[in-house]
């Protein structure tokens, strides 16, 4: 008796894994953008964006690919497998609220000329093990004394191509430069931006 219920929850457990995702936070690149090669604005080479103030190298042989060209800069993705499924996403917004996203887990690191929390989630999704690499970052607007920027840089790989495609998200997490300084701890000696209504 204690065999066949063994053997029902072990295959219960084994057809979870296999139906879906399981694993803290791990999202496969739909999740993060809606973003498609070939729609949208096309980057390459240096992106330099005067609105957050920074300037950013895409990595040779790679576009990022962000929204339409009449809609503000707010980041793009960048495809690393012609499945579609490997990404690195970028992501810069002004806060609207002071919330502090920093997970327990998270690692202090160096990101470009400024400092940022990074932190890695591993689960599986669809049958395959899938890790997420977020480095999050909050830097003064360069515009406003009063603003803060808030973003991230995400990697989305498969487990096993990890190593590889995390050769190109330190490369260009090494290569991001602001001109807003950063904020140790996020909504600290920051008022809260004016309402424009």
């Not at 962000?66 to 499924?85: M, S, Y």
């Not at 920093?102 to 890695?120: C, D, P, V, Y």
């Not at 989630?121 to 970052?137: D, L, P």
């Amino acid at each position: 008796m204690w065999r066949l219920i063994r053997f029902v929850f072990v295959l219960f457990v084994f057809l979870f894994l296999e139906s879906g995702t399981y694993g803290s936070q791990v999202r496969g690149c739909d999740g993060y953008t809606k973003a498609q090669p070939g729609h949208g604005v096309e980057y390459s080479g240096t992106l330099r964006n005067s609105d957050y103030g920074l300037t950013l190298q895409i990595p040779p042989g790679q576009s990022g690919w962000g929204a339409a060209p009449e809609a503000p800069f707010h980041g793009f993705a960048i495809f690393l497998a012609a499945d579609l499924k490997s990404c690195i996403f970028f992501e810069i917004h002004l806060r609207v609220a002071t919330d502090n996203n920093k997970s327990q887990s998270a690692t202090r690191i160096k990101l470009g000329n400024r400092k940022g929390w990074e932190e890695q989630s591993t689960g599986v999704i669809e049958g395959n093990e899938w890790t997420n690499v977020t480095a999050r970052f909050s830097i003064r607007d360069p515009r406003s004394t009063n603003e803060v920027d808030d973003g991230s840089l995400t990697l989305v790989t498969l487990t096993r191509n990890k190593s590889k495609n995390m050769e190109l998200f330190r490369e260009m997490r090494s290569h991001i430069r602001f001109e807003g300084e950063d904020v140790s701890v996020a909504g600290a000696d920051v008022r809260q931006p004016r309402r424009t209504d």
